[in-house]
């Protein structure tokens, strides 16, 4: 059962991101190249074991956008609830963490769709809980991350987004997911070209 918390946070960061979105948009100084998103995905952990356990997801990010087809992207983010293993009793559960750094590739089709790539490393923080014993064991790794996602622009600078990550290659947390992203500057830096 999906507790009120897990429900009321998303739903207030997405409305403060939004208010504080359109306060800075509307002001009379040049807007800065940096963007902010938000999204709400499915994620998967995969042991060295084989063992799988699935979650809720939310990711915060934030960019800098250096040129019309580069820029340096963090996330911030975790599983949302307890995530049951597959290949475990239904006695252990885990949460997962993470934080990551990206270069991105952009690739703008048109002014209303951009395609992207996402290339860097992952800090992943992992917790497993025995709720029969109520036991803890923690673990973390750092490994490299990668990424792909769609931004569709519903006007010059908010887009609705489609976006798959894969933190860590060999011990992996992934992640498919919905957002929303922010650019402060995307259709003016875009007409600059």
């Known amino acids: 059962m ?10 207030i960061l ?3 991101f939004l208010l504080s979105s359109q306060a800075i948009a509307d002001s009379s100084m040049p807007s800065p190249n940096q963007y902010w998103g938000i999204s709400f995905s499915k994620g998967e952990h995969e042991r060295h074991d084989g063992t799988t356990g699935d979650t809720g997801n939310i990711n ?4 800098y956008d250096f040129l019309p087809f580069l820029s340096a992207e963090v996330h911030l983010g975790g599983s949302v609830g307890e995530m049951f293993g597959s290949n475990t009793s239904s006695t252990n559960t885990s949460s997962m963490r993470y934080v990551a750094g990206f270069v991105r590739g952009n690739l703008p089709i048109k002014q209303s769709v951009n395609i992207y790539g996402l290339l860097g490393g992952a800090f992943v923080d992992v917790t497993h809980k025995n709720t029969l014993l109520n036991t803890y064991h923690g673990y973390d790794f750092t490994e490299p991350a990668i ?3 769609i ?3 519903g006007n010059t600078r908010t887009a609705f987004t489609i976006e798959y990550m894969s933190y860590g290659l060999d011990e992996t947390y992934t992640t498919l997911g919905v957002g929303l ?3 402060f500057n995307w259709a003016g830096f875009r007409s600059n070209k």
């Open 14 to 16: 997405a409305s403060l």
């Open 181 to 183: 992203v922010h650019h």
């Open 151 to 153: 931004e569709l622009y």
């Open 147 to 149: 990424g792909v996602g």
């Open 60 to 63: 915060i990010k934030a960019g």
């Open 2 to 11: 999906v507790s009120k918390q897990l429900i009321i946070i998303p739903g």
